[in-house]
Each structure stands twice: as structure tokens, then as C-alpha cells.
């Protein structure tokens, strides 16, 4: 598939014509590992190049924007074989981290263009696309539903996190694209499928946004994931001052004006959670910690409304008391639901909210464990009029759960009032297994889980901010309002739906809501066009700060209280010195200095730095001396580099060849490693005599003897680099080619 142009985003005919079901098949058939692996073993260098690279490569060419969602698809269906195929667990784990694997890799073909990136991510892909007509049918027999059961799309953000690839999305490509859409850099709408309210007249392809080009009252701006955050902070604290002053002024008569306002901003938050559950998904929303305390919170409130209603219509005070007891215990969830607002990035909460989870289910295990034992001593307890009278199914429930958490004195001094002989043998077992087995089985549980959380706490939060900020990305119109006025806008607009056309609709929509969030909108826009990171107000008042700050005297700044409240102008001079452009004005080295070994350069390189080195000048040779008659003729016949002797004063160079004897007959490896460019060491002028004195040292040296010898000793290694060659020439697909033999040995 050809993308379009790099800096266009993908067109939606494009999107629609890309083929995801053929991608799905292929890739559950080629990642059919065999073997146990870990992470570790996956990601080792040897599996690297010989199982996930050729599979890697395979993919991208076919350049499909779909194939990072497959692989997370084939990850899903891997991951419900763990429970069905217990003897082959560890496999399809295997299996399962191989697909995450791919994917990530995978993804790197995409992120030379952040606008491609962020569609291979967001676009909502329907995995039965290009599916030929008789597999849709046989999917439509199995899962026994209809055309709209087909058509539930999703992106490769929502696929990664219902499936768990924490890996997948702390990645780095990942992150930079879930920053982008939690800042609203990047701007992209859904189209709302599975919404209470959907308004999909102009869907909007994906771009950067730019606030000077965007109009100021942009009701888009309203779904940023970051603006999201901070009005969902300012409802939830209303709805808790509500609900304080409702429990304060409550009236079991009826109804005053503090319970009315609570139970609005109640409802709003019911209608504001359902819709948030609807358009993701019970798993995606499920997977923050934090919505099942909202879930909890609902469950309580709407516990509340209904024993309400009933007490007012029937005027039975007992049950007004008991909504609002119940109401009460909804303070349990709100108070620290609120704080966690502010530290829910800590490992302390991110531990906590591990444990909790860890902890429920471990108790509802204990308590199916246990419900045989409460209908036993039920029974016993029934047989037994003295004993019946006393233990009752609550009272017995109510006793063992006492037992459970550490008062074992009651097991065995009530166990004879169930039955003599049975009741302490139960009893007795009760007790042990509850406080000595299962509540340590429990502790090193929740040990173990709040150990792996802290030793993957980056990763865990990088987890929790993506579900956070693909859940702060909704299609529905309702997301544009903030309670109590999405009730409101429910009220008006889906009757409205039935008749309007969807141009109308949305102009309706887009009216209301600029006419209910007016204040918010004009504070967006002043905050983007002038306060925000980048912007020139912003700068300018930095500056000026900075220019008072350094405008003040030297004794107020190293006051110890100002410079902790400010800072310390150090800091200012380390980030100030690296902030200078020296434009090449300060070189430490010359040029020659900067040279690198030949050895270690390619030819292109050593062509490179032949054609940047200057030119070399003209040799100007003194008239040797007669002493020196015979260390010259030795320094024309050595094989040493060409020495330029530089000095302020004198400039000489000495020039020595360069070649060896008999270069031509040098090895195929000897010129390819051999030095092409010449090695020219400056070195001072002090120096000069004492070289000079060396080379009259080694005048008397047997130089004819010493050129023979070498002159052996490069043949014969230039017949064994032949040789070698030739041997390995099937290895290299290369031509026979015929060994320059010198003398045979």
C-alpha cells in the first residue's frame, strides 16, 4: 500500500481501503514459536536476528498502516489460549510477547512522519476488513449476532491496553504520540459509533494544531486530554461540596434545595460515566483503577435515590433514614477519590491500587471457599433449638469473618455451640487455615505484586497515563459538556436527533455548546495564544523576570531564603553557557590533530578527508651535508611515513616513501586495509636534531638484507590471503578467481 505524501494525512478513502483481516491470518501462522522464552530471551540478540527480524522485514515492506493493530489482535487471541490450554501456557505467553514485540518494532517503520504515526495508532481499524464474504459469514454464525456486532472497530491505543502491552505503550514512539494527543498538539476526531449522542457531520483528519490558525473559541479544545483532566478535578470537587451540604442540611421529609442540587450533579456524573463506559468499553474503562471507585460511588448513589424516592412517594421515614445512611458511606470513596486526583502518578498509589485489586479478588476466592463451611455450621446450628435460636446465617457469617481477620479466641470458644464433636474439629480448621495459611498466602501476594510495581514503576504509570488519555479522547457530543449541563443537553438534543438533519444537529450542538462553556472556552483560548509553553507573551515575561532577577544586587541573591524561593543563578550559568554560539571561534585542536587513524576509515571516508585536507606545499630541501649523505639515502629507501617539520621560524619537511618494496605485488587484504591517505604528524622544531641524529645511528644497518626479508616475508603473505580467498569464495558468491602464486614454498 502507498502512503500518501509525507506531509498530508492519510485520507479517510484511504483508511478505508486498507485490508486488516488477510494481515491477522499470516501473522498468527508465522509467529508459531514452539518454545518457552521470557522477555529477555526474546529480546537477545541471536532470537533478534534469526525469529523477529525476517518477520519484521517481511511486514513493513507491504507498508500496510494496519499491521501494528494485527499484531496486537494476534497478542489478544494468544492471551485467551493461556486459560484454555494450560499445558502449552508458557508457549502461547511466548507467543503472545513475540506479537507485542513485533508490533513495536514494527511501529519504527512508521515514525518518520508524526502524522502517520499518530493514524497507525488512533485509527479505529474493523478487523474483518478485506475479509472475503464467506469468512464474514462464518464470524456472524459464531458470535450469533447481527451487522452491527461486526462493526465494532478499534485503534491499536484501545487494542494495547485492553490486551496489556505495558511494554508497548512506555516505548518511546508510543509515548510521543500519547503526549502529543494528551497536550492537543495533534488533532484528530472518531467517529462516534457507539455513542449515547453522535454528531459525525464534519469528522476533521489529523493535523498539528496551531492556535493562531485555529479560531479562539474552538469547542474541540474541549476534549483535550490535559483540559479534560483539570475540569474533571473542578466537577468531582463540586460534586463533593454537594454532597457534604446535602448530608448537612438533610430533611427525611423532603426534599430541600441542597439534596436537589446534589442529586443533579449525581446524575451528571452517572450520565458523564456511563457514556465513558460506552465508548471505549467495559475492559478500556475498567482498566483505570480509579473508575471502579466511580463505579462504586454510582452503585451507592443510585442505592440511595431508590430508597429515597420510596420513603418520600410512601412517606416512611425509616427508609429515608437508611438512603440517607447509605448516601453517607459514599464519603468513603469521595474524600480520598479527590486526593488521589493530585498524587495518583506516585508508586505509593500506583502499589495501593495494585493491592486493592489483588485483595478483592483474593477475598471473593476466600469467601466461595468458605461458603460451605458457614452452610455447614448453618445446619448444625438448626439442629439444635438452643443453638438456632442463637446463630442465625448472619450471625454465623458475621463470627467467621471475625475469625478471618484475627480473632481466633471466638473459634474455640464458640465452636461447641454449633455441635460438640463437629463444631470445635471445623471450627479449629477455620482457624488455622484462615490465620495462618491463606492470611500469609495473601501478605506475600500483595508483597510480591507492590515489589513488581515499584521495580516497574515507570513503566506502570506510562500504562495508566495512556488508558488516561485514550479514555480523555471521546467522539460522543456529550464529552463537550460539563455536568449538570450534559443532563441538559441529553434533554434537548437526542429528541432533536430523531428529526434534524445532521447539518442542523450540528449546528444546534456546536451553539450549545459555546452558549455553556463560554467562560472555559475564553480561558483556553487566552491560555494557548499567550500563556502557553512557546508562546511570545509568555517569552517576554520571562525575560522579564530575568532581567530583574540579574538587575538585583549581588548580597540579595545569595540570601539563602530568596535563592531557594528562586533558585540559583549557577544553574542559569551552566544552561546560559551551552546556549552560546561560538561559530567555530574557539577550536581547541587544529585540524591535524582531528585526523583519525586510516585504518579505521572507510574509502569514502579517507576520500572525504583527502579532499578536505589543504593542499600540501612545495618541498624545500637544504643541501644535505656530507655527514648526512647516507642517513638521506636511508630515509629515501624506509618505508615511514612523510614527516612535516613545521616551525615559526624555518619550515622544513623531510619527505620519506611511502611504499613499500614491491607495492604492486601487494594482497587483495593488504589494500584494503593498507593507509591511502598519508599520516603527517606535526612536530616541533626542538625535535628536529634529535631525529636527525637517530637516522645517523642507523646508517650502518644491513638495509639490503632487512628489504630482502621483507620483501619474503609480504609474498608469502600475500600467497596465504590468496588462498584464503579462494577458500572462502563460495561463502561470498563471488567468481573464481585465480591466486597470484609468487614462488611456490
Known amino acids: 500500500m502507498d502512503l500518501e505524501s509525507p506531509l498530508l494525512a492519510p485520507s479517510p478513502e484511504l483508511l478505508a ?40 522485514v517481511k511486514y513493513a515492506r507491504l507498508r500496510n498502516m494496519s499491521v501494528v493493530y494485527a499484531c496486537l489482535v494476534v497478542r489478544s487471541y494468544y492471551l485467551g489460549q493461556l486459560d484454555l490450554d494450560l499445558a502449552n501456557a508458557a508457549v502461547m505467553q511466548t507467543r503472545a510477547m513475540l506479537c507485542e514485540i513485533l508490533a513495536m518494532k514494527l511501529l519504527t517503520h512508521f515514525a518518520s512522519n508524526d502524522i502517520h504515526l499518530v493514524a497507525v495508532l488512533t485509527t479505529c481499524w474493523n478487523p474483518l476488513a478485506g475479509a472475503p464474504f ?8 459464531a458470535i450469533g449476532g447481527s451487522d452491527d456486532d461486526l462493526n465494532s472497530p478499534q485503534s491499536a491505543l484501545e487494542m494495547a491496553i485492553s490486551t496489556k502491552a505495558k511494554s508497548f505503550l512506555s516505548s518511546p514512539l508510543c509515548q510521543r504520540v500519547v503526549n502529543q494527543i494528551y497536550s492537543g498538539s495533534v488533532v484528530f476526531s472518531l467517529a462516534a459509533t457507539r455513542s449515547v449522542l453522535a454528531d459525525n457531520y464534519k469528522p476533521r483528519s489529523i493535523t498539528l494544531y496551531n492556535p493562531r490558525h485555529a479560531p479562539f473559541l474552538d469547542h474541540y479544545r474541549l476534549r483535550v486530554p490535559k483540559y479534560g483532566a483539570i475540569l474533571e478535578f473542578l466537577n468531582f470537587a463540586l460534586l463533593l ?18 439534596e436537589v442540587v446534589f442529586i443533579i450533579f449525581a446524575a451528571a456524573f452517572t450520565l458523564d460515566e456511563y457514556t465513558a463506559s460506552n465508548e471505549h468499553g467495559w475492559i478500556i474503562y475498567i482498566a483505570n483503577m480509579w473508575n471502579v471507585f466511580d463505579f462504586a460511588f454510582i452503585i451507592i448513589f443510585l442505592g440511595y435515590l431508590v430508597l429515597r424516592m420510596q420513603g418520600i412517594s410512601n412517606g416512611n421515614v425509616a427508609l429515608s433514614n437508611m438512603a440517607f445512611d447509605i448516601l453517607a458511606c459514599g464519603a468513603c470513596i469521595l474524600f480520598p477519590r479527590l486526593a488521589f486526583f493530585v ?15 489483588q485483595f478483592v479478588f483474593f477475598i471473593g476466592i476466600a469467601a466461595i471457599c468458605f461458603s460451605g463451611l458457614l452452610f455447614t455450621l448453618w445446619t448444625l446450628a438448626k439442629d439444635d433449638e438452643t443453638a438456632h435460636e442463637r446463630w442465625s446465617l448472619k450471625s454465623i457469617a458475621w463470627l467467621m469473618v471475625q475469625i478471618w481477620f484475627g480473632n481466633t479466641y471466638l473459634s474455640f470458644a464458640q465452636a461447641s455451640s454449633f455441635h460438640p464433636i463437629f463444631g470445635p474439629i471445623l471450627m479449629t480448621g477455620f482457624a488455622a487455615l484462615s490465620n495462618t495459611l491463606l492470611l500469609t498466602i495473601m501478605i506475600s501476594t500483595l508483597s510480591n505484586t507492590a515489589a513488581l510495581i515499584n521495580a516497574n514503576a515507570a513503566q506502570e504509570y506510562l500504562f495508566q497515563f ?18 449538570p449541563f450534559n443532563v441538559l443537553a441529553l434533554i434537548l438534543l437526542k429528541p432533536a436527533s430523531w428529526f434534524l438533519t445532521p447539518r442542523a444537529l450540528h449546528s444546534f450542538n456546536v451553539f450549545l455548546i459555546k452558549l ?14 499567550y500563556f502557553a509553553a512557546g508562546q511570545i507573551l509568555r517569552e517576554t515575561s520571562k525575560d522579564a523576570a ?22 540559583s543563578s549557577t544553574n542559569g550559568l551552566y544552561d546560559a553557557i551551552f546556549d552560546v554560539d561560538l561559530n567555530g571561534e574557539s577550536e581547541l585542536f587544529n585540524d591535524s590533530d582531528e585526523e583519525q ?28 651535508s656530507p655527514g648526512r649523505a647516507s642517513a638521506s639515502g636511508i630515509r629515501q629507501r624506509m618505508t615511514s611515513p612523510r614527516l612535516r617539520v613545521s616551525s615559526a621560524l624555518s619550515p622544513v619537511e623531510i619527505p620519506f616513501s611511502a611504499e613499500y618494496p614491491n607495492s604492486n605485488a601487494a594482497s587483495p587484504l593488504t589494500r584494503l586495509f593498507t593507509n591511502r591517505t598519508p599520516l603527517e604528524t606535526q612536530v616541533p622544531e626542538a625535535n628536529l636534531k634529535k631525529i636527525e641524529n637517530l637516522l645517523d645511528e642507523v646508517r650502518d644497518l644491513p638495509v639490503q638484507r632487512l628489504k630482502d626479508e621483507m620483501k619474503e616475508l609480504q609474498e608469502r603473505q600475500a600467497r596465504i590471503e590468496n588462498l584464503l580467498l579462494v577458500l572462502t569464495r563460495g561463502m561470498r558468491n563471488d567468481t573464481p578467481m585465480t591466486p597470484r602464486w609468487g614462488t611456490t614454498s
Open 343 to 357: 498524587v495518583s502518578n506516585n508508586v505509593v498509589i500506583l502499589s495501593l491500587r495494585a493491592m486493592i485489586a
Open 516 to 529: 455553556t462553556n463560554l467562560p472555559t472556552l475564553v480561558i483556553i483560548g487566552i491560555y494557548e495564544r
Open 17 to 56: 481501503s486498507v485490508k486488516v483481516f488477510p494481515l491477522i491470518p499470516a501473522l498468527k501462522h508465522d509467529v508459531n514459536v514452539y518454545s518457552a522464552l521470557n522477555w529477555d530471551q526474546l529480546t537477545a540478540s541471536d532470537i533478534n536476528f534469526a525469529i523477529v527480524k525476517p518477520i519484521v
Open 597 to 624: 587513524a586510516p585504518g579505521l576509515l572507510s574509502r569514502s571516508s579517507r576520500e572525504d578527508s583527502r579532499s578536505r585536507r589543504s593542499p600540501t606545499p612545495k618541498v624545500r630541501r637544504q643541501s644535505p
Open 466 to 483: 495512556a488508558i488516561k488519555t485514550i479514555q480523555g479522547v471521546k467522539s460522543d457530543a456529550l464529552f463537550s459538556y460539563q455536568p
Open 134 to 141: 464467506n469468512v464474514i459469514d462464518e464470524v456472524k454464525t
Open 241 to 258: 461540596i454537594t454532597f457534604v451540604l446535602c448530608l448537612f442540611n438533610r430533611d427525611v421529609n423532603r426534599l430541600n434545595t441542597w
Open 546 to 567: 530575568h532581567s530583574l532577577f540579574n538587575s538585583l544586587p549581588r548580597q540579595i541573591k545569595n540570601i539563602p531564603l530568596f535563592e531557594a524561593l528562586v533558585g
